[in-house]
């Protein structure tokens, strides 16, 4: 084979829309698998979404590339690296939010702290660990790991940060407007350090520390596991993808991102409900 692993993102990709995972897909991805490649999640979602996911599709023995790159989880689901923001940088960040009436939400491990209860924080424990039913997914499984998972409604959010120190890996922002391409650019101005991207077609930002991206991460993660970068594939569906396509050997975009993420790739699949990943294995990995 000429690649020796596949990075693959969840939402919009493996994932179809109803958050379930196409039978050949995770067919293909074991015949990769049993060649030799390794196949590793690269997702924006939490550390414990992405390890119910991996279980489920059997790759509980694979390393994890958590929220956007700010958690690298190893081989055994332990944390081989995490990056947090500095706590003054996230008040800061929700203050410029509440200015400009835009709501945004931080994560503090596998817990969502929240200002307020609304649309974009509702079944969060669910859509956050999906029951996965027509994917191999066990009820007693996913409720044990929803167990795990926690949402914190907080009034205080300076109160709280001075009292706990939390360590926060990823902040999200929404806004009923739909598009939040210029706040991304007025945000990108005023805080420097922060990576901005969007898994929604800029319908959200997903905010991570400074340097911290699906790339870099999986430039490290390769390195660790003694993989030429050379000999990596990556298949995504949206900005936050980007550069983690260019960075690869072969990117791979799917058939349903937008046009932009698709000229960043080497090569574009069928649409995450068209079994794209699965398609995708068999046409450029299985050679």
Known sequence: MNYSLLATDLDGTLFNEEKEIAPDAIKAIHEFRSKGGRVVICSGRSPLSTKWIA????????????YNGAVLLDEQGMVLEQFTFQNDEVLSFLDACQSEGIYAHVYEGDTLLIPEEGRWNQRWIENNIPALAKSGGRLEACEAYRKQCDVKLIENFPAY???????ITKMAVFHESGSLRDFSTSITHTFKGFEISSSLNYRNLEISPAGITKAAALVKLVSHLGI??????????NYNDMLMLKTAGLGIAMGNAPDEVKLAANAVTCTNNEDGVGRAIRTFLLL
Do not use: F, Q, V, Y
Request: net charge negative.
């Open 55 to 66: 279980e489920t599709i059997g790759l509980k023995e694979e390393p994890i590339i958590a």
């Open 228 to 237: 030429p970068l050379s000999e990596t594939a990556a298949i995504g569906d």
């Open 161 to 167: 940060i001075r009292e706990h120190k939390p360590a």
